[in-house]
C-alpha cells in the first residue's frame, strides 16, 4: 500500500461524543499535518508535525487533539465538538517543511449533529 | 497579512479551447509555488510545481512572475476530465516553511 491512507471516510457523531481519526503515510515523509477545508473557503491548516514534535498549532480549540506516536502515524482526537466543525479533514504528508509538496489522503468527511 | 487569490470561476470552457488562470500572493518573499488539483469531494493531488523558469507537463504550462508576484497556468486543448478545482499554493517559507492555499479556481469544460 502506498501513499497516505485516512481512516474513516465518513464519520458522523453526536456533540458528546469521543472520535478518532487517523492518518498513515507510507512515503518516507518527515513532516505530517492536518487541514480542514470548510464549504467555500480555503484549506485551513489546523497541526504540523515535524519528525514527530509538534510545530504548530493554527489556534485550533482544544477539542481537537493531535498524536503522532512516530513519522508515519498522525491522528485527530475529536471531543465535544460543535455542528460548525461539520468538514472535510485532510491529513497530509511532505518530504520536509521547506519546499517539498504535500501528498494528501483521501480525507474523514465529518458531519456533528 | 498572508494572502493568495485566485478568480473562483466557474470557468465554462468548451472541449478543446485553452484556458488560463491566474493566481496572485502578497508576501514577496515566498519560496515555492504550486498547482493542485481538486475534484469534487476528493483530496487535493499535486499537479505540478512551479519553477522560475516556467514550466510544461503535456498540456498544461506554468509560470511564474515574481515582480508582479503571479503565477500563472495555462491548460491547452481542454478535456472533459479537466473538469476540477484548481487550487494555487504559496509556500512562503522561513525556517518551518508556511503553505498557504487559494480558494481555488473551478473549471468546468463541456462537450
Known amino acids: 500500500e502506498t501513499g497516505v491512507t485516512q481512516t474513516p471516510r465518513h464519520l458522523v457523531m453526536g456533540m458528546t461524543n469521543k472520535k478518532s481519526l487517523k492518518c498513515e503515510q507510507h512515503?518516507?515523509?518527515?513532516?505530517m499535518y492536518w487541514y480542514k477545508q470548510s464549504a467555500k473557503k480555503p484549506l485551513e491548516l489546523m497541526f504540523v508535525y515535524n519528525f514527530k514534535e509538534q510545530t504548530e498549532n493554527n489556534s485550533v480549540p482544544s477539542r481537537f487533539s493531535p498524536e503522532c506516536p512516530n513519522s508515519s502515524h498522525l491522528f485527530l482526537h475529536l471531543h465535544t465538538l460543535q455542528p460548525e466543525d461539520s468538514a472535510l479533514y485532510l491529513c497530509?504528508?511532505?518530504?520536509?517543511?521547506?519546499?517539498?509538496?504535500?501528498?494528501f489522503g483521501n480525507g474523514t468527511r465529518l458531519t456533528v449533529t | 497579512r498572508k494572502e493568495v487569490e485566485q478568480d473562483p470561476g466557474p470557468f465554462n470552457v468548451p472541449e478543446g479551447a485553452t484556458v488560463a488562470f491566474n493566481c496572485t500572493y502578497s508576501?514577496?518573499?515566498?519560496?515555492?509555488f504550486f498547482w493542485y488539483r481538486q475534484d469534487c469531494r476528493k483530496e487535493p493531488k499535486l499537479l505540478m510545481s512551479v519553477y522560475s523558469s516556467g514550466n510544461e507537463d503535456g498540456r498544461f504550462t506554468a509560470q511564474l512572475n515574481r515582480a508582479s508576484q503571479y503565477i500563472s497556468l495555462l491548460i491547452r486543448d481542454s478535456k472533459l476530465s479537466d473538469s476540477a478545482t484548481y487550487l494555487c499554493v504559496v509556500n512562503y517559507g522561513g525556517s518551518q516553511g508556511n503553505l498557504i492555499f487559494g480558494k481555488g479556481t473551478k473549471l468546468s469544460v463541456k462537450p
Open positions: 512515503l518516507g515523509h518527515n513532516a
Open positions: 508576501n514577496s518573499a515566498s519560496q515555492s
Open positions: 497530509a504528508s511532505s518530504q520536509d517543511r521547506l519546499n517539498s509538496p504535500l501528498h
